[in-house]
């Protein structure tokens, strides 16, 4: 079937669904070429047309802004009074769901209940809107275009897929993956059989992109070049929902024989941020989500790591407004990008706040060691792996082995370890037979079971019994 078929099929769809996303897509892909002074006025009416509706028909924006002495209307002459609206948490949205939920009947009749995987142990339940998924929906396809997809070329996804559906339900999957011309293997039950399925799949229908989570594009791609036979190649991979090491991005680069789009997101707030064909940054979608960074609360300079705070620019079903997404990342340094597109970019994104290390002396280390760290841990001989600190003074490194792993490589990475956290701390190997992904289909490389300021860190506890050294 040809593109302009295909979109007059994807029209249709829209016709009779209700649904916009052809339009949202047809507008991101002239917004993303204005200036960056364009894109932040547009920014500036979507937020205050956001705010103004916040106030009239969410209780919870309506009672915090009448206890701050916030008026909506204010931001019309005074845009900086945007920073008085406090933060929101997680914490609050567990606390205040219905409370955060719009009232507005035209909203309420199009809403869908939606709850994350719950990667910090903690899953956030939150409702979402029409508008809002198509706008996600529509930023998705920009940046598979961008990845050398365009609208109705074949493209693969290594992604979760839900086991409990209905027939119904299973049928309209097959019907939108068909139109969109795509395919999935689910990233819960990733095992050699289903990567073999897949890639049989992938040499028949000849994807331009795969996208998938960072690991599990990982594992494909060891499982590719265990089979020398097999060859598969495609016009770029989009690494999005985890953190992309850079191990990862020079296996999967090397494997695939092209290059990798590390695209920045979260369930609550869709697509924040991907890297253009430049790969210089994170260009942000700015059409969709409005980006802040603190450092203890004061704006971040570029280069500079600080919290990522996030105000969707969509969902009236439940805004999202100054919301704390608990990852840290920092602003580029360039102004501009050599592809011309206007938004401002992330040059980093380290990663959750809940997988940040900790060392002795009260520093702050980034799971991925600046990516210096988990290069040794590129063995063929390691299928897998996971990093946890149990306390301030013990890691333990568990590891799942394809073969023995040499003695060098573990002293390798103890020698990083210890030159990152000093010489007191313990490193402790295991060697599972698997390391369990998360209810997401997310494999968590990085795990720090300690938090800054508890005062018993310096006890470390005991080997488990079944442990391996």
């Given at each position: 079937m040809s593109p302009i078929i295909r979109r007059g099929v994807l029209r249709l769809h829209q016709l009779a669904s209700g649904r916009h996303i052809l339009d949202r897509l047809d507008s991101l892909q002239k917004t993303q070429w204005?200036?960056?002074?364009?894109?932040?006025?547009?920014?500036?009416?979507?937020?205050?047309?956001?705010?103004?509706?916040?106030?009239?028909?969410?209780?919870?924006?309506?009672?915090?802004?009448?206890?701050?002495?916030?008026?909506?209307?204010?931001?019309?002459?005074?845009?900086?009074?945007?920073?008085?609206?406090?933060?929101?948490?997680?914490?609050?949205?567990?606390?205040?769901?219905?409370?955060?939920?719009?009232?507005?009947?035209?909203?309420?009749?199009?809403?869908?209940?939606?709850?994350?995987?719950?990667s910090?142990?903690?899953?956030?339940?939150?409702?979402?809107?029409?508008?809002?998924?198509?706008?996600?929906?529509?930023?998705?396809?920009?940046?598979?275009?961008?990845?050398?997809?365009?609208?109705?070329?074949?493209?693969?996804?290594?992604?979760?897929?839900?086991?409990?559906?209905?027939?119904?339900?299973?049928l309209r999957t097959q019907l939108i993956d068909w139109e969109w011309n795509r395919f999935l293997t689910n990233a819960f039950m990733l095992s050699d059989q289903s990567m073999a399925d897949f890639a049989q799949l992938v040499i028949k229908k000849q994807p331009n992109v795969l996208y998938g989570y960072a690991s599990s594009l990982y594992n494909f791609a060891r499982f590719v070049r265990q089979i020398p036979e097999m060859e598969i190649t495609f016009q770029g991979v989009i690494s999005s929902a985890e953190t992309l090491l850079p191990i990862y991005r020079e296996y999967i680069e090397e494997t695939f024989q092209c290059k990798v789009f590390d695209r920045y997101g979260s369930k609550e707030l869709g697509g924040i941020a991907c890297e253009c064909e430049a790969h210089t940054g994170l260009h942000i979608s700015a059409e969709n989500n409005f980006i802040e960074i603190l450092n203890h609360g004061i704006a971040a300079e570029p280069g500079e790591a600080g919290q990522i705070i996030v105000t969707n620019l969509n969902n009236r079903g439940m805004p999202f407004i100054r919301y704390s997404i608990d990852d840290e990342g920092a602003w580029s340094r360039s102004l501009t990008c050599i592809c011309g597109r206007g938004a401002p970019m992330l040059e980093k994104v380290e990663g959750r706040l809940v997988d940040t290390f900790w060392t002795p002396d009260g520093r702050k280390v980034w799971a991925g060691f600046a990516g210096a760290g988990y290069s040794c841990l590129s063995h063929p001989s390691i299928k897998q792996f996971q990093v946890i600190q149990e306390s301030l003074d013990y890691l333990i490194i568990r590891v799942v082995r394809d073969g023995e792993v040499p003695q060098e490589t573990m002293d390798q990475f103890s020698d990083v370890v210890h030159t990152v956290f000093g010489e007191n701390m313990e490193v402790h190997w295991e060697f599972p037979d698997e390391i369990p992904v998360l209810p997401s289909g997310k494999h968590q490389y990085a795990v720090c079971k300690i938090n800054e300021g508890i005062t018993n860190l310096h006890m470390r506890p005991k080997v488990p019994a079944n442990s391996s050294s």
């Amino acid at each position: 079937m040809s593109p302009i078929i295909r979109r007059g099929v994807l029209r249709l769809h829209q016709l009779a669904s209700g649904r916009h996303i052809l339009d949202r897509l047809d507008s991101l892909q002239k917004t993303q070429w204005l200036s960056r002074i364009e894109l932040e006025e547009l920014q500036r009416k979507k937020i205050i047309s956001l705010v103004e509706y916040a106030y009239q028909h969410v209780p919870y924006y309506r009672r915090i802004f009448d206890e701050i002495g916030f008026q909506p209307g204010d931001l019309q002459n005074d845009f900086t009074l945007f920073q008085r609206i406090p933060i929101l948490t997680k914490e609050i949205i567990r606390s205040h769901t219905e409370e955060l939920k719009t009232t507005d009947r035209a909203h309420l009749e199009q809403l869908s209940l939606v709850t994350t995987s719950g990667s910090t142990g903690q899953p956030l339940t939150f409702w979402q809107d029409h508008e809002y998924r198509d706008c996600v929906t529509a930023d998705i396809q920009r940046h598979l275009e961008w990845a050398g997809a365009a609208l109705g070329q074949p493209h693969a996804y290594i992604w979760g897929a839900s086991f409990e559906v209905s027939s119904q339900q299973a049928l309209r999957t097959q019907l939108i993956d068909w139109e969109w011309n795509r395919f999935l293997t689910n990233a819960f039950m990733l095992s050699d059989q289903s990567m073999a399925d897949f890639a049989q799949l992938v040499i028949k229908k000849q994807p331009n992109v795969l996208y998938g989570y960072a690991s599990s594009l990982y594992n494909f791609a060891r499982f590719v070049r265990q089979i020398p036979e097999m060859e598969i190649t495609f016009q770029g991979v989009i690494s999005s929902a985890e953190t992309l090491l850079p191990i990862y991005r020079e296996y999967i680069e090397e494997t695939f024989q092209c290059k990798v789009f590390d695209r920045y997101g979260s369930k609550e707030l869709g697509g924040i941020a991907c890297e253009c064909e430049a790969h210089t940054g994170l260009h942000i979608s700015a059409e969709n989500n409005f980006i802040e960074i603190l450092n203890h609360g004061i704006a971040a300079e570029p280069g500079e790591a600080g919290q990522i705070i996030v105000t969707n620019l969509n969902n009236r079903g439940m805004p999202f407004i100054r919301y704390s997404i608990d990852d840290e990342g920092a602003w580029s340094r360039s102004l501009t990008c050599i592809c011309g597109r206007g938004a401002p970019m992330l040059e980093k994104v380290e990663g959750r706040l809940v997988d940040t290390f900790w060392t002795p002396d009260g520093r702050k280390v980034w799971a991925g060691f600046a990516g210096a760290g988990y290069s040794c841990l590129s063995h063929p001989s390691i299928k897998q792996f996971q990093v946890i600190q149990e306390s301030l003074d013990y890691l333990i490194i568990r590891v799942v082995r394809d073969g023995e792993v040499p003695q060098e490589t573990m002293d390798q990475f103890s020698d990083v370890v210890h030159t990152v956290f000093g010489e007191n701390m313990e490193v402790h190997w295991e060697f599972p037979d698997e390391i369990p992904v998360l209810p997401s289909g997310k494999h968590q490389y990085a795990v720090c079971k300690i938090n800054e300021g508890i005062t018993n860190l310096h006890m470390r506890p005991k080997v488990p019994a079944n442990s391996s050294s």
